[in-house]
């Protein structure tokens, strides 16, 4: 990887940890009333940026190898988190059969929150599932 | 694949007691007091048996094709569904048809955009042959 874009990633990574521990300090401290509205937001940001930036720093300097075992890998990762994808909206979406058995199901299918963790769910359990398949070897 | 061969194998009719299992599940469940789940349950083992019929040759017998056909379609729906997501969250307030709608009534429209992006693409690549 070019020189200059790893100090870019480094400079992310060293704002997703400011970030981070000003939002843990403003919790701590009491904060606005209008800025604890929005502390969520501001977690999930700094540790996407983390996780993004800590994966593209430890990345080896020649980049990703994109050969056909890798490519593989990734499509089979894919198929699984599609698969946990569509689990989810199935969970979502029947959340009113389920009322009585998960009262969580509901509180969870109206909040101003839930597409943002779904997204989040379909594409971290890609990575993890991606790296787990790229470590095993034979795909 | 024959369909004599088909009717031998073992899959099928683990396939076909797999089907009728559901739908004897959903009757039970209709039979329960539940009519609404059991119809969905009745229909899911309907739709089962109808797809199985379509698609036959592509669902039974998993070679090494059609499990690179499965993967290669699972990423291309699964490309898709995030797109849909990240869509509906960047304008889902400003386009008409669905500025008032929660979310929880927009879910089973990205579960089934996800699905028949799933079906259409895997037929597609079963009908192109090369997968590589």
Same mark, same amino acid.
């Given at each position: ?6 100090k ?8 997703g ?11 701590i401290?009491?904060?606005r009333?209008s800025?604890s509205q929005?502390?969520i937001?501001?977690?999930?940001i700094?540790? +996407?940026?983390i996780?993004?930036?800590?994966i ?12 056909e ?5 990734l499509e089979k990762a &894919? ?5 946990i ?5 199935i969970l979502?979406?029947?959340a ?6 998960? &009262? ?5 299918? +109206?909040?101003?929150l839930?597409?943002?963790?779904v ?5 971290? &359990? ?5 790296y787990y398949?790229?470590k095993?070897g034979?795909v | ?8 194998s073992k899959?099928?009719?683990i %396939?076909?007691k ?5 739908i004897?599940?959903?009757? !039970?469940?209709i039979l329960f007091?539940q ?8 229909s899911?083992g309907?739709l089962m048996?109808v ?10 017998f998993q070679d090494a ?10 990423y291309?729906?699964?490309? !898709? ?7 509906l969250l ?10 008032n ?9 990205i %579960?089934?955009v996800g699905? %028949? ?5 895997s ?10």
């Amino acid at each position: 990887m070019n020189n200059f874009v790893r100090k870019g990633w480094y400079l992310l990574l060293v704002l997703g940890f400011a970030l981070l521990a000003i939002v843990i300090i403003q919790i701590i401290l009491g904060g606005r009333p209008s800025y604890s509205q929005n502390v969520i937001y501001y977690i999930i940001i700094s540790l +996407d940026g983390i996780i993004t930036s800590w994966i593209f720093v430890s990345m080896p300097k020649t980049g990703a190898v994109g050969d056909e075992r890798t490519i593989r890998a990734l499509e089979k990762a &894919s198929l699984y988190a599609f698969l946990i994808l569509v689990g989810c909206l199935i969970l979502l979406s029947g959340a009113y059969f389920f009322d009585g058995i998960n &009262s969580f199901l509901l509180a969870a299918k +109206d909040s101003y929150l839930t597409p943002i963790i779904v997204a989040h769910i379909g594409i971290y &359990s890609w990575g993890i599932l991606a790296y787990y398949f790229v470590k095993k070897g034979d795909v | 694949m024959k369909n004599q061969e088909i009717e031998k194998s073992k899959d099928f009719w683990i %396939f076909v007691k797999a089907c009728i299992g559901i739908i004897l599940v959903g009757i !039970a469940t209709i039979l329960f007091n539940q009519p609404v789940i059991g119809i969905n349950i009745v229909s899911t083992g309907t739709l089962m048996i109808v797809f199985a019929a379509l698609f036959g040759k592509m669902h039974y017998f998993q070679d090494a094709r059609s499990r690179r056909i499965r993967e290669k379609a699972g990423y291309n729906a699964y490309v !898709a569904t995030l797109i849909t997501i990240f869509l509906l969250l960047a304008f889902g307030n400003v386009l008409p048809l669905i500025k008032n709608a929660t979310y929880s009534s927009v879910t089973a429209f990205i %579960f089934f955009v996800g699905l %028949f992006c799933f079906l259409m693409v895997s037929l597609y690549y079963n009908k192109k042959g090369d997968v590589e």
